[in-house]
């Protein structure tokens, strides 16, 4: 893992709104608000009830809160994650919990080949289908937010 | 590696509470309390009531300092607020404005 010039001890936690221009490593405790233009690691022991920005978000511990990355959120085997995830490209490893609405701002390349294929039907016979993925994104959020109780039982 | 540390252009506005030795080299506007060491670098701001084992000042400290045992304002340092503490070192050329309560 890259050293961070900023690094949040495991038995540091940071209430409150952090900015910067930097990576963070984070070991501990963060709860409020982080955005920065470098990456975001959050170790495996580390949690944060944060809303966060960041060009990358590595999650290899507990995130509940929103994360947007401009570049990739890697989500880890061993990682809970609740909240919308929004970045460029999205990982998840085999293992990890995900609550929330996951989107993928950037890869159109993906996305074109199975518009091809499919590109008559969306339009107008798929409606039962796929509304239910588009019409969901402003309720998941709070479908998320309900989900969170259970995932913080574990 | 156990350290929090607080880099250049990082500005956290809120509190720190922690178990471990925390270095600022940016911006701190709130709290900061830790039952170890704290050392505000050269180019650190700190804006915020200071509670730690020990405290070494190098950049600016605006707000109260509370050690467990000493507090050291660097030649660099600059510092405006009450100091308390049983040990205090101002070095020459620090620059600092406040009351200082050295307890019994």
Redesign the interface.
Known sequence: MAK???????????????????S?ELL?RVE?HVE?SGSLTVDAKARADAEIQAASVFIDGIVVGNVTAEDTIHVTGKAIAAGDLTAAKIIVDDGARIRGFVKMTGAPKTRQKPSTTRATAPAATVPPAAPDQDEDEPELPSSASKRRVSVKKR | ????????????????????A?VV??TVK?KIE?SQSVFVENSATVEADVTGESVEVSGSVTGNIDAQTRVEIKAEGSMVGDVKSPRILIADGARYKGSIDMGQ
């Open positions: 961070s010039a900023t690094t949040i001890a495991a038995g540091t936690v940071i209430r409150g709104r952090i900015h910067g221009e930097e963070i501990g409020g920065i | 590696m156990a350290n929090t540390t607080i880099g250049n252009s990082i500005v956290i506005e809120g509190e720190i509470t922690s178990q471990e925390i080299q940016g709130g830790t």
